[in-house]
């Protein structure tokens, strides 16, 4: 009985262990700011829950835990006092919940800013559980030994007052790598030929925030015709083309963009000819280069519209001929407008 009775023990004292014994400081704003404390409130309930140990203290008026020489924050800093902080941004309204660790040179390091979402209706909640997320992630580096002891004591190389990034930017952006855009484009010759209006289908792979492979394919959409007195002729196009986008990467919901492409254009003329003449079907494929500029429009980190403009030009160009009359030709070159609405589950 006596190895039951040490199990039983053992179990009591890891299951009254909290998962993560690190200690965190909330920062108490003034107290006439109403919606900032029920702020204050979801954060320590969500903190409690996954197992931090939590604290509240008064932040002193104009201070933040960038202000290293202050003694409040140097106490608050000190070894075995507090793990890290979470301070609010904005007055009297917050905007946005900064999350700070204490480095290895007991110094406060702002490590993520995560801005409330004013168009959710829980966006309080969604903005503790996301700023615990950050805490959880980052600490938990510290207990496994992520970072060497040799790394660890050397000074951080980002400054506490660098501007912090979107607190799920990196995840939300490793999470989400694939994505697809459906929408319109409406293709134009210089030479004769009016606009076609085609449906449009592009998968994407992020590589990294700003660098996007696209694989693009447009096709079956109207036929423009081209009449003469000779006779007239319906033509139909469709391509495709595998390329890289690059997505301006700054703090802006509207992004520039431009891209580089390479694929096949595949153009199909049927003739109606007036009699005596007869009427001839051509089906020709073409090298194809896209060269585009635009911008994206972010709506969130999962929905985007993207509006651009190319140009493309065809190899060998399709020349469209009625006898020996060249009346129109295509790809020397074709001007594009499209339109997509983008998303990255």
């Known amino acids: 009985m006596r190895w039951l009775q040490l199990v039983l023990c053992s179990i009591a004292l890891f299951w009254g262990t909290p998962a993560l014994a690190r200690t965190v400081v909330l920062l108490r704003p003034a107290p006439d700011a109403s919606s900032a404390l029920e702020l204050l409130e979801r954060l320590r309930g969500e903190l409690l829950s996954v197992g931090f140990e939590v604290s509240v203290r008064d932040r002193p008026s104009g201070s933040e835990p960038s202000t290293l020489d202050d003694e409040f924050w140097q106490q608050l800093a000190a070894p075995g006092t507090v793990d890290a902080a979470v301070d609010l941004v904005g007055e009297p309204e917050p905007v946005a919940v900064d999350v700070w660790i204490v480095d290895g040179e007991h110094r406060f390091q702002r490590v993520a800013r995560v801005s409330l979402d004013a168009n959710t209706e829980n966006a309080f909640k969604g903005a503790a559980i996301r700023a615990s997320e950050v805490l959880r992630a980052r600490l938990f580096e510290k207990d496994v030994g992520a970072t060497p002891p040799a790394a660890a004591a050397r000074p951080t190389q980002q400054s506490p007052s660098a501007p912090a990034s979107e607190v799920d930017t990196e995840r939300s952006w490793r999470s989400r790598r694939y994505g697809f855009e459906l929408g319109a484009a409406v293709l134009a010759s210089l030479d004769g030929m009016g606009p076609a209006m085609l449906p449009i289908v592009s998968f994407d792979w992020a590589l990294e925030p700003a660098l996007v492979l696209q694989a693009t394919f447009a096709g079956f959409g109207t036929r423009p015709s081209i009449t003469t007195a000779a006779g007239s002729a319906e033509v139909a196009l469709q391509y495709g083309v595998?390329?890289?986008?690059?997505?301006?990467?700054?703090?802006?919901?509207?992004?520039?963009?431009?891209?580089?492409?390479?694929?096949?254009?595949?153009?199909?003329?049927?003739?109606?000819?007036?009699?005596?003449?007869?009427g001839h079907s051509v089906d020709q494929w073409s090298f194809l280069l896209d060269v585009s500029v635009g911008a994206a429009l972010q709506l969130s980190h999962q929905y985007t519209v993207v509006l651009a403009g190319h140009a493309q030009l065809a190899q060998p160009e399709v020349a469209?001929?009625?006898?020996?009359?060249?009346?129109?030709?295509?790809?020397?070159?074709?001007?594009?407008?499209?339109?997509?609405?983008?998303v990255w589950p």
């Open 242 to 278: 595998v390329g890289a986008s690059y997505r301006h990467d700054w703090d802006h919901p509207v992004r520039p963009l431009g891209a580089l492409s390479l694929g096949a254009l595949r153009t199909a003329v049927v003739g109606h000819a007036e009699l005596p003449r007869e």
């Open 320 to 342: 469209i001929h009625f006898g020996e009359q060249t009346i129109a030709s295509l790809g020397r070159p074709n001007l594009l407008l499209t339109l997509t609405f983008g």
